[in-house]
């Protein structure tokens, strides 16, 4: 097995978000992971207009700029 190196991409404005961009993600078979930072972690709430709550997408280092060219295309048109 080799061990490959996983970027960290965003924050996003939200788990929304990151949900919406892995779904895209899956289609083209890209592997990801995606976490969560702020209140919505410590409470289980999920939404894009509250405080402190960032999401972001790990992917392999060699997807990282499909994933950004993904991801900017996305959340600029929403």
């Known amino acids: ?22 779904e895209v ?14 209140i919505s972690t410590a409470y289980g709430y999920s939404g894009t207009n509250i405080a402190g709550n960032v999401a972001y997408i790990w992917v392999p280092e060699k997807y990282e700029q499909k994933v950004r060219q993904i991801t900017e295309q996305l959340i600029n048109h929403i």
Not at 6 to 21: C, H
Not at 25 to 36: A, G, R
């Open 1 to 22: 097995m080799t061990e490959k190196k996983w970027i960290k991409i965003g924050p996003l404005p939200g788990i929304l978000y990151a949900e919406m961009i892995g």
């Open 25 to 38: 993600l899956k289609q083209q078979d890209i592997p990801f992971s995606l976490s969560q930072d702020g």
